[in-house]
């Protein structure tokens, strides 16, 4: 069987239809940030295992789900609250890791955007995830927008799985990108002072997707006019207006979360001491 880790602060809205799509697995495990509404106690009703811890950053959460938790399964698939897994695909999973060879640790999964009923099947950036690890095989690193690495080789799965962002309005994906465009900005100075070396080939030839996705951000980075640049590969290039009006909305949240980005990359260069 598959264990499965959910990683909550504050998801009683969300919650109960993550759990119930994993209901399959013998062993749930809620990871919460001390939530103080109803998210421990929907999780313990619905017979999941509840670990608290307080929250100190998205990456070191992460590890700690993944290294403080008994778990009774060699693999762990990870979630977060407003996603779902597809009745069913628990089948293709099975039999995924069940065939998967010795070296290989880790699944990778694509997974389906959603504004509220419209799957944003080409405004989506990325849309594959490393979600099902063997237990002892991958940590995290990066506090936004981690990157999760793994000690073995990865595999594609056939699985797809869903994701709800917006599942709780639009003021609440602004208010969570306006604090994650802080944390974007403060990771850009520390970068930009290490002067980390970015690499072309690796943002275009790299085999493991991730990695290409780090270097690729990185050297967008770089790039003036930036807002703008996103919103017309996103429009554009990716097509996201064969979304409807699903894509071009998700094509401007994006771009506005891009510019909170260098407005305040900006007021920390002007802020930095001289």
Not at 22 to 37: C, L, P, Q, R
Not at 165 to 184: C, D, L, R
Not at 212 to 221: M, W
Not at 237 to 255: E, K
Request: aromatic share 12%; with cysteine.
């Amino acid at each position: 069987m598959i264990s499965v880790l959910i990683l909550t602060k504050n998801e009683e809205q969300d919650l109960p239809s993550c759990l119930a799509s994993v209901k399959w697995s013998d062993d749930v495990h809620v990871f919460d940030s001390f939530s103080t509404d109803k998210t421990v106690e929907l999780a313990r009703a619905a017979g999941a295992h509840v670990t608290q811890r307080r929250f100190d950053g998205y990456a070191s959460q992460r590890n700690a789900g993944l290294r403080e938790v008994a778990y009774k399964n060699p693999w762990i698939l990870i979630l977060d609250a407003d996603e779902q897994i597809p009745a069913g695909a628990e089948v293709q999973l099975l039999a995924e890791i069940n065939q998967a060879p010795a070296a290989v640790s880790a699944l990778r999964l694509r997974r389906r955007d959603y504004l509220y009923d419209t799957w944003l099947k080409h405004a989506q950036i990325s849309p594959f995830y490393i979600r099902l690890v063997r237990q002892g095989k991958a940590h995290y690193h990066r506090e936004i927008n981690e990157v999760l690495l793994v000690d073995g080789e990865i595999a594609d799965s056939k699985v797809l799985f869903n994701h709800y962002p917006f599942s709780k309005g639009i003021t609440h994906w602004v208010a969570k990108h306006n604090q994650y465009s802080t944390m974007e900005a403060q990771r850009w100075l520390e970068e930009h002072q290490q002067n980390i070396d970015f690499s072309l080939r690796d943002a275009l030839f790299h085999k493991d997707f991730s990695h290409r996705r780090y270097h690729q951000k990185g050297l967008f980075y770089k790039l003036p006019g930036r807002p703008l640049i996103k919103w017309l590969y996103m429009v554009v290039g990716r097509r996201a207006f064969l979304d409807g009006y699903a894509g071009f909305t998700y094509a401007t949240l994006q771009a506005i979360y891009e510019y909170f980005i260098v407005l305040k990359t900006d007021e920390l260069l002007r802020n930095k001491p001289r």
